[in-house]
């Protein structure tokens, strides 16, 4: 999710707008890409309400460029494509910055630092090698670097993909997976939730230093500086840190 993360190219306009409290722009409205569910940086409410890490923080980086935003969800699968398209300006979904992806759109400074890590039931122990899951179903979520992470280092095990992040959760809990792999912070947020009270990390992260960053239509130098000025504002006068306190107790910075 993060990384490359869902099928369908149906966009959903979430009923959301974020307007600056500064003057009025001559600018049209910066349109936001998310995916809408990828708990806790993005996702939806039973109301039909779209927030998260990934929401504050895009709210926050509006009100400090002082543009009008409204927000677009997109499955993850088509969220680059639709980008492309000219359906929004900018994704802001916890995006992994990728040489591959370099190729397609341009990002900004990262605004958050991921890792990725093996979850599992805690009374089963595993040896998280090559060698110890290659008997072993692995869930991840399609398209992202930890579905290509367990192609490049474990291919003796047996990947499972899944559109959604909330969907790998459940055939692990109902046992249809050995184990998960996913951005740790994606994996903590389940564990600490009731559905995850029976599983636990699983061996240390297997990649780390993974930046997040907001991507834009190739070109688009201008608007990467604006995010850019933004980021370094939001940290600089404690925005983001109250931002960081509302999800984790640790800086995911």
Request: aromatic share 10%.
């Amino acid at each position: 999710m993060i990384g490359l993360r869902t099928t369908a190219l149906a966009l959903a306009v979430a009923t959301m707008t974020v307007v600056s409290t500064g003057a009025a722009q001559a600018e049209d409205p910066l349109r936001i890409g998310t995916e809408g569910a990828y708990p806790p940086f993005n996702m939806v409410d039973e109301d039909g309400n779209l927030h998260g890490f990934d929401i504050d923080v895009a709210k926050a980086l509006c009100e400090e460029m002082e543009r009008e935003c409204t927000f677009v969800i997109q499955d993850w699968d088509g969220i680059i494509p639709g980008l492309l398209a000219g359906k929004y300006d900018a994704i802001v979904a916890s995006m992994s910055v990728t040489e591959e992806r370099k190729q397609a759109v341009d990002f900004t400074n990262k605004y958050w630092t991921n890792k990725l890590q093996f979850i599992a039931p805690k009374d089963v122990d595993l040896d998280i090698s090559a060698e110890g899951m290659a008997d072993k179903t692995v869930g991840a979520q399609r398209a992202t670097i930890s579905a290509q992470w367990v192609e490049e280092n474990m291919p003796d095990a047996e990947l499972k993909l899944y559109d959604t992040q909330e969907n790998a959760y459940l055939d692990l809990a109902a046992g249809r997976i050995d184990a998960i792999i996913a951005d740790m912070l994606v994996n903590y947020e389940w564990l600490e939730s009731d559905a995850g009270a029976d599983f636990e990390f699983k061996g240390e992260p297997v990649f780390e230093n993974d930046l997040i960053a907001i991507a834009v239509r190739k070109g688009n130098e201008d608007l990467v500086a604006d995010f850019n000025a933004a980021i370094d504002a939001i940290v600089e006068d404690g925005t983001y840190a109250e931002i960081n306190a509302k999800y984790f107790p640790f800086s995911i910075y």
